[in-house]
């Protein structure tokens, strides 16, 4: 397990994990040369594979049944490859693994399915509205066959939302049968939008989501997509802060680190790192004051060690701060900054103690989020886009392609979005961080 | 899923999976203080904690029920930490991660339970014979503080067994209660040895295996540390392979990968990479001949792109080869070596077809297997060994900790090992490889 | 040449250059054994040897003579090794390679001459105070022999000055004869006050500066250590800005690099990245308004080419900006902060102008301090270590070593202190900016 | 001084260092709008300026003032931009930066001189023999603006001459007035002919040589681009190989390094990395038997300290191996493998000495060659590269680029070409690594 997760949630009914469908498959899937292997089935994935939503259980006790769809190439498929166009949109913030997404997706469609054309959409969701006047690119070979190992996408991104009839009946004018939207939760209720415009237009078009959120925290996705590389990163990052801190008397070094609403980076990054003393993320309230308050344990820490390390996440402390009542284009509210916030706090604390102190602030934010993606996301992108493609040409739609349990799974999108994953603070992922750094025993 | 994996082989009844246990456990948690969190179980794991072997199954049929003891940190323990010595080995050849399993292990067992020392025993299973006069270290803050980003071990390393009695007799002497093995199946095997002994004996002592396969071939473990780490080298070497064949007429990048039963890390950095062209693995017999033989689709691939590059696990091939009927210290047969035994046999074939050819060949073992752990394997290794470190503190033994559908588990040392775990051809894995190299198109 | 550089200043007399010397030389160097060749002179270093101040000259006309004391080892020493005690001492900001150069001194001083001790002074000149009670450690092989590939440094560091008798004094209790200060300008400074002590006091103390400024602004120091490894790290840093500018409308990666004085790495990592748009540096007035100004350069990149990356040095605009009056601990003034500033002054132009634009400004100041030295500079401390250990057992005092024209050299304190080398605005490397960026053409 | 190097070999008169024209520079540079200054001269450079071969002279002599034409921008060219077509030839084997100097040459002419075409000749001096069939690309923006981070070469390579008539006769078809030739000393020399050949049959082609030689070993040539990269790639492999030495008892790592004539890479690597205790280069013959010989100090290092770790470069031990009388492509002959050889030589020597010993070989010589440039190498090729473009629209012919004391000169190429620069025992650089291992002690 890279990095574990938790589903704080209601759970969904096996009724709400049912995937919309635009019809009958009336074709042979043109995979079956690859993968028939000369048996029943071949490597092909029926229909009604399931694959469990959980899978601890109590001795003793009856292991759940819920189930997602499992994804997978189709025997039979919806769309005939000669006629199907795709189109591809990457929204929001960058994320490692774009460009890889971007790139399975092309060469899966076009090398396996053999469809006619690819489409790229231009900077999001704004490339859907024609007023915009940023027509879509058709993507060939040289346009992605060396990207993978790059940061960013090609195709360019922006935040917020386009008015979905307009997106439908500009994808129809392009002939575009299929669309993957490359996004986070707004993205993918936004996706969820054009799908439901298509089918009241009864436009036999399939959306199909790839969820990107570096946070990690879209629900029923185990692990998306950039996160490790994100992890790792900041692990590389607080590393550095650690060399700063050892080096000066009262060394403190103070990381900030993505997570708006679920500490996974924070949490993970402080695992695989060794050497973070105190981690504070957004799931939990931030105690400053008193006796077991951060500012009086960290002055204990320099007293027996001379240094220290903090990881917050940028959604820790909002409990203690103003809210700025700002939103951005996403819609997101603006979050008030805990980086200096909590620098001041630290630093007029300790010369109130007349303690010395040499404070360090890392935000390395747009360093981290334009990195390219790490071997374990790519391998996770190249899975994504292909189980997508293979969702799309079977005529799925409404639905995001998830990594759950090691398996690759089908999501309708309302269940999916709306409300983040976060870390659950009994699970395994942050007893680890609390093993590590020993945080609350100071 | 970073990795994907199959068991090809017959299915274990649940009995087979219950884990040995020294006795009661009549001793508090030291963790309560940390994990206990104001609720009833608190962060600890439940003893009949299970979590199912298999996930997928068909709609309309009965989902398995088969399961494994779920690792994690138990409210009583068997050990009184005061008065337990542990003791760490490392064995065969080396792996990303090995340090910092190391780390981890000091860390749970020092600073959490607070046991009385921990021991690292020299160079493998010869430093528990005492005849090789090579007494174990103990271990301090300072020896382990720094190690996790550095590659080898700390401990050196050996292969080969030693006598289960007289390892028992000389842990004995140094009042050491529980041992953790970290190695690949013929440590496994060594470790099970240990415990019967130490079971025939009447001696209270706590064996606990830390799987450690390079190639990711332990059955039962979804992912072993250091697997991702290598595949990550791997994809940097192949992308070198690459640049070399593109640079000149008819290039052919050769890169032999770490993979003696199972081809996991050929696979999988085939599949991050996007660059490979023909993917070989120890489970498939290598056809070379004829018109669907590697050697005349190479020809045909150089012919329509110029340059190609080929991947092959140091396992595949076998088929066609002479073996040297030898064995390593391990015990493990010697393979004849397919690296220069295929190139000669690209070169000649492509020399009798009069097409010029320029074939770079790479052997990269050393260089993958003396890297540190990268971030993913550093997230698995500090969980890997504080779940080891708990299973031992409870007093269970002749058992391994894996990660299993992204939980961790205990599973029975008999169980796991003997032989290895190997792709399914009708994987998700390979589908993914054929889907990537189109291989079987050319 | 890796990073061209350039001397503003007013050229010193060739007695100016003249090293002091602490006396004659009575003892044979231990090293004589390595380096004698079987020939005269063998490898060592004449005393009479020079190194050209100025290489180019026009033809017709004479070549100039100034010259420097060339380094390296000499035959005969002036210390006794065996009663010979070191001291080391690393102040101001942290800069890659500090760790390095402690090593190579360590090994220089105890394999190859055989002193008595090398002695770490903690935490900068406040560990040369006995009140501040920071003994210094005794360094032994375990202590330096894996820390050259870590950033930071293992002794500590502070910024500010102590009294020359008290650390004069302090080293004399020790038994230390030597002592290599490692820092910038206002450690060398520190260092040459401390040498003037003991000769006031006709105390035998060999004081000699290896400087470290990873702004490379020392003069008579072509390239300093560090440097490279910093211009690397921002180079990195440069590509995610340019990631993050391409991957939006109207994109503007802003990054702030080190040079408070001097542009160096603003300029080398420019040439570096080749991805700078614009490059601003403290030598030149920054000129942000009209129609050559930078704001109005970057309306037309923009309108042209839809994104923009600009790297701004951290004194350049100086020329605008309300000076800050304050100074830090070294005595430095604080400069007002130029990446948010400029940053504002961007966002309101545009604004005005109805330009939509999207500003990503990246800080990686720590970032880059704290990384450990790359390769080219491991090559540059190795050498600088050795040939200060060599000039300190040649009893030369009051000098820094330094790399000239691929030489190593002595050059004396005073000649090197007191106002920083800085770029000439007709040198060959703000050419290749010019040339790269094309920064004057828009 | 990152790489320091020495000349063994005869002294040119001032005489031979004097560089062909093709005649009176009737243009005025277009480099004049940015590089002016408003200021005599400006930042051209003019004709006459010189740069001292020899800069260390002994005190009371008179310093050498032999001297090179110093490259840079002339204020009035040769060639008319706009009639003027720039050839680029990449030939021999890859070398880190072979792209960042296409891409170089390309921006320069392109859109600082304006010139009409730049013509990208594939695969090497093959791609100027018509009968091969293989056009040049003509070269755009998209093809060059983002290779610069990539190893190999986008042109291709190959190994070998052609015709100068045949060379010249199509050059002149393809409307090219400049060829750059990028590579070793045979691509040099093959230059030099193609120069000989136009000023025979007095046709105006500009021909610049641009040194490739990751061996850094063509003199005159103080550092050649590339080399610190692979020096840099070693360092990593070096570090790798001490982790398995270290890790078993008794290790020895192994690693040949590139090196044919002139041991550049393996001594700066060795003394980059720290961890070598045996250097071998081709400069010095190599001692194995006796108490003095390799064997037995390897021996007496391991009793002492366990492990070791040799570098070998590949035309070390030469001596003492049979010659293979074969001869490449290039006309280079072939050395026997001192690799295998020589763990050959090691096993059986300790096998007679009942030590036991664990060597791990390592050959990198393909991963080195095809890493992408480093930071230190992306500065040199951007300098090279645009000085080499100034130099052919200049008009001068039959010269290289070349660095040299830290200034960019030009250096007529029958002086550079013909036999190697190597390693002086006595140099500096050969002093450190003695330093450092100790080699000589054991």
């Known amino acids: 397990m890279s990095a574990p997760c938790d589903e704080g949630d209601a759970i969904p009914s096996q009724d709400e994990l049912r995937i919309t469908s635009l019809g009958p498959c009336q074709f042979e899937s043109p995979l079956a040369r690859t993968l028939k292997l000369g048996e029943e089935g071949g490597a092909f994935t029926l229909d009604r594979s399931r694959v469990l ?11 759940p049944r819920l189930a997602f769809e499992r994804a997978g190439p189709r025997e039979r498929i919806f769309f005939n490859p000669k006629d199907t166009r795709a189109a591809i949109v990457t929204c929001g913030g960058l994320c490692p693994g774009l460009n890889d997404v971007i790139r399975s997706l092309y060469y899966e469609l076009k090398s396996n399915y053999g469809i006619a054309e690819v489409l790229g959409i231009l900077y999001g969701y704004s490339g859907l509205n024609p007023a915009k006047g940023r027509p879509p690119l058709v993507l060939a070979d040289g346009d992605v066959a060396e990207i993978h190992h790059e940061g960013g996408t090609i195709l360019g991104t922006s ?6 009839p307009i997106m439908v009946e500009y994808l129809r004018e392009l002939g575009a049968n299929v669309l993957f939207c490359v996004g986070g939760d707004g993205t993918l209720r936004g996706a969820h939008a054009i799908a439901e415009e298509a089918i009241k237009r009864k436009v036999p078009l399939s959306i199909v989501g790839i969820p990107k959120t570096i946070d990690n925290d879209v629900r029923f996705c185990f692990r998306s997509f950039g996160f490790l590389s994100a992890v790792s990163e900041a692990d590389l990052v607080i590393d550095r802060a650690h060399v700063e801190a050892k080096s000066v008397e009262n060394g403190v070094g103070l990381v ?25 993320i ?19 820490r320099l007293a027996a ?9 940028e959604g820790a402390g909002q409990n203690l701060m103003e809210p700025t009542g700002a939103t951005d284009a996403s819609g997101n509210r603006k979050l008030p900054d805990v980086g200096p916030w909590l ?8 010369a109130e103690q007349r303690v010395a102190v040499n404070v360090r602030y890392i935000d390395p934010s747009y360093h981290i989020r334009s990195t390219a993606a790490n071997t374990a996301d790519a391998l996770l992108c190249e899975q994504l886009a292909r189980n997508a493609a293979h969702a799309a040409m079977a005529g799925k ?25 976060r870390i659950n603070p009994r699970s395994d992922l942050w007893s680890a961080v609390l093993a590590l750094t020993g945080q609350d025993r100071w």
Chains 1, 2, 3, 4 share one sequence.
């Open 343 to 350: 620098k001041e706090k630290i630093t007029s604390y300790l």
């Open 305 to 313: 060690r001379g240094h220290a390390v903090i990881v917050v996440a």
């Open 53 to 63: 939503y959980q899978i601890e259980f109590q001795e003793g006790e009856e292991p």
């Open 256 to 280: 900030k680190l993505m997570g708006r609403e679920a500490g996974y980076i924070a949490a993970s990054a402080t695992i695989a790192s060794g050497h973070v003393n105190f981690c504070l």
């Open 282 to 300: 957004p799931e939990l309230p931030l105690v400053l004051d008193g006796h077991d308050g951060l500012l009086a344990k960290l002055k204990r």
């Open 397 to 421: 739609t409404d639905l995001l392609v998830s990594n759950w349990n090691n398996q690759f799974v089908h999501v309708p999108l309302t269940v999916a979005t709306g409300h983040p994953k």
């Open 159 to 164: 935040r917020g939302p386009q008015e979905p």
